[in-house]
């Protein structure tokens, strides 16, 4: 069966240093979007993408966070200087009709 | 706009024990409803859904009926397993349907 997939599992970086968390959709999905779940929190939108552009955003997704498609297959988020709190679990879905399928996540530290 | 609200937890249960985790909804219109689980060290994964009132959503012995009447969408399960320990979120689709709206979610621990 097709499933999302991210990579890499775990990231640990310094305060102020960029991440790229990557993401492999399901190949005939055509919405792709990032939650993200701070430890013991609720799962939160970040991010949809469609049509090569983001489609919608939540206040969370400020400057220093971006997306991009780099190829027919690849889904990014780049976080440009990471702070403490951007430490998190992060997911990556795409969906197809009325149903969103998730990766098994990047957990990030920001140390 | 649209919320979602579950149990507080954690739900601690013996083994074959019956189950309910209380969702309850508001919403503009009818979105489909759904619940994930999130075992131990694992991603999200999509255990049932509803698209439409009176729908009922069931996998691996889970169940769970879309209320319009009562705005909820409990789940349930007449014997759980150690195996079904894991972290249950409800969840449903934005206004615009955009994107999922997450309950905070409710960890069930089944002991042997």
């Known amino acids: 069966e097709p499933e999302v997939t991210q990579t890499p599992s775990h990231q640990v970086t310094q305060m102020g240093q960029e991440v790229i968390l990557r993401c492999v959709p399901i190949?005939?999905?055509?919405?792709f979007y990032w939650y993200r779940q701070i430890l013991g929190q609720k799962v939160e939108f970040l991010v949809s993408?469609?049509?090569?552009?983001?489609?919608?955003k939540s206040e969370i997704f400020d400057d220093q966070f971006s997306v991009e498609r780099p190829d027919g297959s690849n889904f990014t988020l780049k976080i440009r200087s990471t702070k403490l709190e951007d430490s998190a679990m992060y997911f990556c879905a795409s969906r197809t009709e009325e149903t969103q399928y998730f990766g098994p996540g990047t957990r990030l530290l920001v140390l | 706009g649209n919320s979602v609200t579950q149990m507080e937890g954690p739900v601690t249960l013996s083994e074959e024990a019956f189950l309910t985790i209380n969702c309850t909804y508001t919403?503009?219109?009818?979105?489909?409803l759904f619940w994930y689980v999130q075992y131990p060290g694992e991603g999200l994964q999509l255990l049932l859904k509803a698209t439409k009132a009176d729908d009922k959503g069931s996998n691996k012995g889970f169940e769970a009926t879309y209320r319009k009447e009562t705005t909820s969408f409990h789940l349930e399960k007449g014997s759980v397993q150690v195996s079904d320990s894991a972290v249950y979120f409800c969840?449903?689709?934005?206004?615009?349907?955009?994107?999922?709206?997450f309950g905070k979610g409710t960890t069930l621990s089944v002991s042997s």
């Open positions: 993408f469609y049509n090569n552009e983001i489609s919608e």
């Open positions: 969840a449903l689709w934005n206004q615009a349907g955009t994107a999922l709206i």
């Open positions: 919403a503009t219109g009818y979105p489909s």
């Open positions: 190949s005939n999905h055509l919405y």
